[in-house]
């Protein structure tokens, strides 16, 4: 995977070149970190593989957004509906 153009994008998103985050952002492989999530999905929680599909895990792993690597007893298997 060629993820260095996506680490370059969420360091100019969060943080700036004089920043001491900048660097660690852009240089942090995230994907390898995060191979498999859970993403809101038919009334509960849908398992994620990154890998199966590159671009998509890219987007993911590099986004400014929690990924949720865990469900479980105390994780809420029915989401909120809209306007809850």
Known sequence: MNWKPYAASL????????????????????????????????????AVD?????EGWAGAAYANRTLVTK???RTRTRLPRSGS
């Open 71 to 73: 469900v479980g007893p």
């Open 11 to 46: 360091a100019a998103d969060v943080t700036h070149p004089g920043s001491d985050w900048w660097e660690p952002v852009r240089e942090t492989p995230r994907h390898v970190l995060v191979e498999r999530w859970f993403a809101p999905g038919g009334g509960g929680w849908q």
């Open 50 to 54: 990154g890998p199966a599909d590159e």
